[in-house]
């Protein structure tokens, strides 16, 4: 019979048919893209890093399954802690990050997870754990959830004390274990099953993971389909209920909100919605020169520089084209190089370009106006600077959050990557780095690990064209917008 380990009895929680399939049909479930692979090394890492607060402890290899689980019955009465501890029972396995012997006897299971709080799936996970604990007769005192401590701050040696948080979570995980048995029962049913459990789509799909089955179990749905209406949320979901799968078939009746309404309307008609006075009227606040403006960030959960929290956004390239009235246009970048902290860096070259006048206009002020005041928090003789500077920024988002333009082609979506599409004939398409997770992924693999000369420069072209044309785009489609108010004789 196929073991339920700790990973599948999670994935059955979240879905049953991700469960059936992940033993029965593994080849249709895709291999984790780079970004969620990434996750998982980062989770790996923090867990190592995390066995430095147990001196003395036993670390099982677990490349060999057996091997692992009778090197685990070898050491269990050793009073050390035991790193990758392998533990099965009824069919059920599951590997505990620290299993900590106490003095009495007993053991605590500590998990570790590369987050910054306890999440209800680290319940869930902790209580297969104990579980299976229990089912081979050891007695688990206490159960805590070891996580990153994301308000520390690197200075010097990393402080693995002050880096980690531990908390208890027995009395949740102890109400999260009623019923297991009743849970594993089912799983093994729907396991044994000859046929693929019916579960139809919804939020489940992408919580508390994005379920790699998306393009399997969605792939019936039109491209412009009720779950890509703005803000949809629950109407999605009832919509969908309804057995109403088109945004063009949302009935009249059906309470939508205004922007909502102008989605459907253009995918009934397949017409473009342009508002061209609020248009002008946002075009009318940009003071020349533009400074067009992108940031790149990468975030570590362990902090790689002094004066730098885990998780922080470090700033390490940005991409600005300078906007005369007469519409001539200059480049300028920044793509840090090496290991050490790029900040300094690019706080010199980024003071030294913008000027002291004219809008810096940005797409999602939120992200480059956290990422200038985090500076300033950081470095604080910029403080005055980075201050003169968020009163020049405008926001290029606006005028398309506001559906001020909108093309049925966005799918509901203001982003910059569905708006430059819908208005001008660019686009991301066939781009090697196409969004700013993957810039960032690619940025730390080519600093920090073991790559070829050939595939650094590889890259580092790469992140070039993909933050100019982020700029580049905003520059276009400010000409768009000046095109569509000329038009419209206002």
Not at 148 to 156: F, H, P, S
Not at 239 to 249: P, R, T, W
Not at 349 to 376: D, H
Not at 381 to 387: A, D, L, R, T
Request: some cysteine; hydrophobic content about 35%; aromatic content about 10%.
């Amino acid at each position: 019979m196929a073991l339920l380990t700790k990973s599948k009895y999670l994935a059955g929680l979240q879905c049953p048919k991700l469960l059936w399939f992940l033993i029965n049909d593994k080849e249709k479930v895709p291999e984790p893209l780079r970004e969620a692979q990434y996750r998982m090394d980062v989770g790996t890492e923090v867990g190592v890093l995390a066995t430095k607060l147990f001196p003395g402890g036993i670390s099982i290899p677990t490349n060999d399954f057996k091997g692992n689980l009778n090197i685990t019955k070898e050491n269990l009465s050793k009073n050390v802690p035991l790193f990758e501890a392998g533990i099965m029972a009824n069919n059920c396995f599951s590997r505990i990050d620290i299993l900590k012997p106490n003095s009495d006897g007993s053991f605590d299971i500590i998990e570790v997870k590369s987050g910054t709080r306890v999440k209800d799936e680290n319940i869930h996970d902790v209580s297969f754990q104990r579980y299976c604990c229990e089912m081979v007769g050891l007695e688990i005192a206490r159960c805590s959830l070891c996580f990153i401590n994301n308000q520390y701050v690197r200075e010097g040696e990393l402080n693995i004390n002050e880096l980690f948080t531990i908390q208890d979570i027995t009395a949740e995980v102890v109400q999260a274990q009623q019923d297991i048995q009743e849970r594993i029962d089912e799983f093994f049913n729907i396991i044994k099953s000859p046929n693929l459990p019916s579960v139809s789509i919804g939020g489940h799909c992408s919580s508390p993971y994005s379920c790699n089955l998306m393009d399997e179990c969605w792939g019936f749905l039109p491209k412009n389909n009720v779950f890509t209406l703005y803000n949809g949320g629950k109407k999605s979901t009832e919509l969908f209920s309804k057995e109403i799968h088109s945004i063009a078939d949302i009935p009249d009746g059906f309470k939508l909100t205004n922007n909502q309404e102008i989605q459907r309307k253009c995918e009934q008609t397949g017409e473009v919605h342009i508002q061209p006075f609020e248009i002008k009227q946002f075009l009318d606040t940009l003071i020349y020169p533009l400074y067009h403006l992108d940031f790149e960030t990468f975030s570590p959960a362990i902090p790689k520089y002094d004066n730098s929290r885990p998780y922080q956004k470090i700033p390490f390239q940005f991409s600005l084209h300078i906007e005369q009235e007469d519409g001539s246009t200059e480049h300028i970048s920044f793509l840090a190089e090496g290991k050490e902290d790029p900040r300094p860096a690019f706080l010199v070259k980024l003071k030294e370009v913008l000027g002291t006048q004219g809008s810096v206009v940005v797409y999602n002020q939120v992200f480059e106006k956290w990422v200038l005041n985090t500076l300033a928090r950081d470095f604080p003789e910029y403080k005055g600077w980075v201050n003169q500077i968020l009163l020049r920024i405008v926001d290029l988002l606006i005028p398309f959050r506001s559906f001020n333009y909108y093309h049925p082609s966005q799918q509901g979506s203001a982003s910059l990557k569905r708006v430059l599409p819908a208005l001008t004939e660019e686009s991301y398409e066939g781009m090697e780095i196409a969004d700013g997770g993957d810039a960032s992924l690619r940025y730390e693999e080519i600093t920090f690990c073991d790559v070829t000369e050939e595939e650094r420069a590889k890259v580092r072209g790469n992140l070039e064209k993909y933050c100019e044309l982020d700029t580049w785009a905003e520059v276009i489609i400010i000409r768009n917008l000046k095109e569509i108010v000329g038009n419209s004789n206002i």
